[in-house]
């Protein structure tokens, strides 16, 4: 750093000003550059090309309009009955800060690889796919349980049968897909985390706070809490999965242990080590471990 001239201008200088102007413009011309991307990744024109279908939604549940996007084989089969895969949303509306789960499903050509139907939701508030003990427009799990599914299941030709429907998701919503097989298994066959925080065991971090509102509200989807009381149910055959590390790498292992204290059967991949991030290669393979493992 310069220690001479720079230091010693005032902040009205007018080269000061001038890069102040500079770094503005840079600025928002990198704003306006996201805001246009983040729509043309959105775009349901765009999107059409890709076989995705678009739905919107006023439900009493969420706060605001929210979006399904459906995507569906290119071959697909009105006449065929397809399983279903939902990949969970770690951000509230559709916010990409963690890249497009969309994007990459589409990229790593999930739907034509299993012959699957991809479901992705959105949420109006930071999804934790919980039941706000007050706020009727923060019932996460009614509007996923209730609404999501029934919308796929009328308008796409999936199985109606539980060993047909699966989750998957990372970080918040890796613990969403863990929370939702553990509190409806009779719902959902198998349910995929990626570098999740499995083992959170009190409401504050991560924005859960807000979404939980009670800690005696939050441990009733403590993934910890559900797994003791339904081991039983889980003791059969592996119906857990959880892979990969870049934030929670000591939270899968400790998971892990747990796991194998209970004697719960999952499947557990340590690594290889990549971003946080939707983008970042491990949707692909996480998808096929989950769907093609026993």
Sequence with gaps: MEKNASN????????????FRLVTTCSLSLILCWMVTENRLLSDDALSNHNVKTHRLHS???????????????????????PVLYILPVEPGTGTRWGSSLQESIKENLANRFEIICVF?????????AEHPT??????????????????EKEYPVSRNSVDRY?????????????????????????????????????????TEPIF?????????QLTELLKSNRKTFQQQPRLYHWGYDAFRMQHEA???????LEIKSVYRDGPQRKHHWESGWLGDAVELLLKTD
């Design 167 to 207: 989750l998957v998701g990372f970080s918040k919503s890796g613990w969403g897909a863990w929370s939702l097989l553990l509190r409806h298994p009779e719902l959902f066959h198998k349910a995929m985390a990626w570098d999740a925080p499995l083992m959170l065991d009190h409401p504050g971090p991560y924005g």
């Design 8 to 19: 010693t201008q005032s902040p009205d200088h007018p080269k000061m000003i001038s890069r």
């Design 255 to 261: 998971m892990n242990k747990l796991l194998q204290q």
């Design 121 to 129: 939701p959105t949420f109006s508030d930071l999804p934790w796919y």
């Design 60 to 82: 009493e549940s969420q706060r605001t309009e929210t979006v399904v996007h459906v995507l569906v084989p290119d071959h697909f089969d009105a006449e065929k009955t397809y």
């Design 213 to 221: 509102g009670t800690e005696e509200n939050f441990k009733e989807y």
């Design 135 to 152: 706020d009727s427009k923060l019932q996460q799990e009614t509007y996923f349980i209730k609404e999501i599914l029934p919308l796929v």
